[in-house]
């Protein structure tokens, strides 16, 4: 198969998991360009499809850390201190409430840490272990990270998907 | 014979198909025996699928950083002159119709943009959605790179009915409101174009639903296109198809700031 329309099957998946680190659509696709330049530029490819997968989840990873140090952030700061759900907290969570919509802006309300693992396990299609192995992390940590984020994306949803967004500076358009 | 009821980790790792075989098993049991448990987990199955779907309208094509041949940039050029061309030129101006709650709607519209909006919670979406029905239309302006950031049941009601607001923000300074009555009375089926001046309002009604889409200082061809998207959109029920998106990104690519 050509790598073009190899690498095109994978261009949705790649584009929500930019989009859930870089939380901005123009970035997000150009992360996206930027991993299928590189990955058409490659020497060598992986042949196993998952390993291919994998190999570009992490060029696009790289693209968005190199960029973000050169912006000067940080990229993946946050800690980890949502705590999962008492007794009877989450059980009658209104579903109607769940669309991708509402995910959406959820998500950009989380930690870069919960953002990333829901994206490499909801959207990217990883295995707990093949995540871990990506983001260089524990499969146990996986879990429990996965765990922490999608509670905090379901109380952001119950709570916050009407919030405001931050009012842009004008001097900020373009 | 009761089942000790599994922690939220292991809930999230059974709806991820990671749990060994016998683990699973107890899972399935506890589900069968508990129907909050079996809630809890039908909730995280639908957050994974609705999250899957975040990256469904990416709108990336893999080019060479050249700039891309004439024969593409002709054709996307046309096809969106033709889309822009089909919404500036062919929605009506419905002055002389415009129902007379419109100032009211635009009421709302203006205490949202004055003001940074007031955080809602889920029971206010819930009462919004209720309002209105389950058949309202609840469009995704992301590919105009829209977000919402405002979902309110409408107090007080419009013309008697009940109706939720939609507060669009941009990252150039625009905002746009959509409301969604829960009956269009004096609104016609057709899209309209009722506003003047800086006052940009649009209206429809469809078989169950008004609705009445408003803004200030936006370019005019970049809202023309947001109408005819909603209006579609509306009448289909269907998410924005590749040539809808296509139109939405680039007319708001052509198009200046909003002015404030």
Redesign the interface.
């Known amino acids: 198969m050509p790598q073009?329309r190899r690498?095109?099957a994978y261009?949705?998946?790649?584009?929500?998991?930019a989009?859930?680190m870089a939380g901005?659509?123009?970035q997000?696709?150009d992360l996206?360009?930027d991993c299928?330049?590189r990955a058409?530029a490659a020497r060598r490819v992986p042949e196993d499809e998952a390993a291919y997968r994998a190999w570009l989840f992490r060029i696009l990873r790289n693209a968005f850390l190199d960029e973000e140090r050169r912006n000067g952030r940080r990229g993946h700061d946050g800690a980890e201190t949502d705590g999962?759900?008492g007794p009877?907290e989450?059980?009658?969570?209104?579903?109607?409430?769940?669309?991708?919509?509402?995910?959406?802006?959820g998500?950009a309300k989380l930690t870069g840490p919960h953002r990333e693992v829901?994206?490499l396990?909801?959207?990217g299609?990883f295995?707990?272990a093949e995540a871990a192995h990506l983001i260089g992390v524990a499969p146990g940590t996986v879990?429990?990270r996965?765990?922490r984020a999608?509670?905090a994306?379901?109380r952001a949803?119950?709570?916050?998907?009407?919030?405001?967004?931050p009012?842009?500076e004008?001097r900020?358009?373009? | 014979m009761s089942v000790t009821r599994p922690d939220w980790e292991t809930l999230n790792a059974y709806v991820d198909g990671e749990l060994p075989i016998g683990a699973a098993a107890k899972v399935a049991r506890a589900l069968a025996e508990d129907r909050v448990l079996a809630a809890a987990v039908a909730t995280l199955t639908r957050l994974k699928a609705a999250t899957h779907e975040v990256g469904g309208d990416h709108g990336v094509v893999v080019s060479r950083p050249a700039a891309p041949g004439w024969r593409g940039v002709a054709m996307v050029a046309a096809m969106v002159a033709l889309f822009i061309a089909g919404t500036v030129f062919m929605i009506p101006y419905g002055k002389p119709s415009a129902p007379p709650w419109l100032a009211q709607a635009w009421g709302v519209h203006a205490a949202w943009t004055g003001d940074e909006g007031a955080a809602g919670d889920s029971g206010r979406v819930l009462a919004a959605m209720s309002r209105v029905g389950a058949q309202a239309y609840l469009p995704d302006l992301s590919a105009a790179s829209l977000s919402l950031t405002r979902l309110e049941p409408l107090a007080p009601d419009i013309a008697g009915r009940g109706g939720m607001h939609l507060g669009y923000r941009g990252n150039r300074g625009c905002q746009l409101s959509l409301l969604i009555l829960g009956g269009g009375d004096g609104l016609p089926t057709a899209l309209t174009r009722f506003g003047q001046g800086r006052r940009q309002i649009f209206g429809w009604r469809s078989a169950t639903h008004g609705y009445v889409l408003m803004a200030e200082g936006m370019d005019d061809a970049r809202l023309g296109v947001i109408a005819r998207s909603v209006y579609q959109g509306a009448l289909r029920r269907a998410p924005f198809d590749d040539a809808t998106r296509t139109a939405l990104r680039h007319s708001r690519e052509v198009s200046a700031p909003c002015l404030s």
């Open positions: 073009r690498i095109e261009l949705g998946r790649l584009f929500g998991y989009l859930s901005d659509r123009d997000a696709r996206v360009q299928a330049l058409l999962l759900p009877g989450i059980w009658d969570f209104d579903q109607r409430l769940i669309s991708e919509l509402t995910v959406r802006v998500l829901i994206a396990v909801d959207i299609g295995s707990y879990m429990s996965l765990s999608r509670h994306l379901l949803i119950g709570e916050g998907n009407v919030q405001p967004l009012r842009p004008k900020m358009a373009k």
